[in-house]
């Protein structure tokens, strides 16, 4: 194999950790989700700096509004705090927001930006974020699955075409922080034959050098697809 099929092109995360970390510093739950978005800063560039044509980001499922009130107004406070204060960045480092899940559900409010945000970065093409909000994979294959009903035939490639991640390249790792080994509804038939990477390292502390750490692993792992 070469090294050019060892590189992976798609990586997703499951950023888990937020408020463990900050309960083991006597902290509130959101600082850990304010942490969290520090480092989804982060890794957000790295992505771009080490070749990663999408960079898959679980933010909030569909089972997150189970949350108390305070800590989902906590989130969607910080997300539209990350989008007016990073969008120029995306702009100028030419990376492309795509968001994934039943995010049109979101409030009014969070929609509009979320337009503008997908409007002004559609022509960049070095990096796409996906963001997941209001996110749940087995809701996406149901709507998939109803989409490619409505086409006219139902197979796997029918499905795989109405997903929400059907225009980025397959995913090739899923890593996923905290130390909890699940995949918690996110990508589920994305992950079919994706390489899976756990850390015990809490989603804030996550770094470059991680992401860098799980792709050297990922290149080392001999991806058979069920073949010898």
């Known amino acids: 194999m070469s090294d050019t099929q060892k590189l992976a092109r798609h990586v997703a995360i499951i950023m888990d950790g937020n408020g463990r970390w900050a309960q083991k510093r006597f902290l509130p739950r959101v600082a850990g989700h304010r942490a969290g978005v520090e480092a989804v800063r982060k890794i957000v560039r790295a992505a771009g700096e080490m070749g990663l044509e999408a960079l898959t980001l679980y933010a909030f499922s569909s089972e997150n509004w189970k949350r108390p009130a305070g800590e989902v107004n906590d989130l969607m406070g910080l997300m539209k705090k990350f989008l007016l204060s990073d969008l120029d960045e995306f702009v100028a480092n030419d990376i492309r927001l795509k968001i994934i899940g039943d995010w049109r559900g979101l409030a009014p409010d969070v929609v509009a930006l979320l337009e503008d945000a997908l409007d002004r970065t559609s022509g960049n093409k070095r990096t796409t974020l ?94 058979r697809y069920g073949g010898l």
């Open 130 to 223: 996906a963001v997941a909000l209001n996110y749940g994979g087995q809701d996406e294959l149901v709507r998939a699955a109803k989409a490619a009903a409505e086409a006219g035939e139902i197979n796997a490639d029918s499905i795989a075409a109405h997903l929400d991640t059907a225009e980025l390249p397959p995913l090739d790792l899923l890593i996923r922080t905290s130390g909890e080994v699940r995949l918690s509804n996110f990508l589920l038939w994305q992950c079919a034959y994706a390489e899976l990477y756990f850390t015990d390292r809490l989603w804030p502390d996550f770094t470059a050098a991680d992401l860098k750490l799980a792709l050297d692993h990922f290149a080392r792992r001999d991806r």
